[in-house]
């Protein structure tokens, strides 16, 4: 295989713009590249989280691992969707599988009574970060369709994922016996 990224450090971004595959050069504050960036974002949580569960060697988080790769390619495939205006890598079929995760995981968890608070063992705490960071890559992508024409299966996508990292925190936490914290409304 030969190197692709041979070199790091260009210093072409220096004056604020960066380049998509074709060349072209845009600012780094363009809608395109927040969800670049955001998609980047998520991933690189998912890789934290995917760190956490090597700390534990049971079967469940073995197969949790395997399914944080799968979305980590599929993050790829919507980065390069978007470095590559135009392109389509991304199928509905990516979304369906985040759809059959979650409704077979969901299953296993006892009903929810109220909302409840992030938190819980590390992974799972990772886990609602990486949450809460699809849902901000989700915007960053709704954003961009409102501009440019986008491929509806990466926002799609990306709103499966925050439900996907929801049911996964609740999962790790059920699997480590750790009690969730629910949200106390009505303070005022």
Wanted: net charge neutral; hydrophobic share 40%; proline share 3%.
């Amino acid at each position: 295989m030969t190197a692709r990224l041979d070199q790091i450090t260009t210093r072409t971004g220096d004056d604020g713009t960066t380049a998509l595959a074709d060349g072209s050069r845009h600012s780094k504050s363009a809608p395109r590249f927040m969800a670049m960036g955001d998609v980047d974002e998520l991933n690189s949580h998912i890789g934290l989280l995917r760190s956490r569960l090597r700390a534990h060697v049971n079967k469940a988080d073995r197969e949790l691992d395997a399914f944080l790769i799968e979305i980590q390619h599929h993050l790829f495939e919507i980065g390069s969707e978007l470095a590559v205006p135009g392109i389509v890598f991304l199928t509905k079929g990516a979304v369906n599988g985040l759809d059959e995760w979650s409704v077979k995981s969901n299953a296993t968890l006892p009903p929810l009574k109220e909302f409840i608070l992030p938190s819980g063992v590390l992974a799972a705490s990772q886990a609602h970060v990486c949450r809460s960071v699809a849902r901000r890559a989700e915007r960053s992508m709704v954003a961009l369709a409102q501009v440019e024409t986008m491929n509806d299966a990466c926002a799609q996508y990306l709103n499966r994922c925050s439900d996907v990292f929801f049911i996964m925190a609740r999962v790790l936490n059920q699997n480590a016996q750790h009690a969730e914290t629910y949200w106390r409304g009505n303070r005022l």
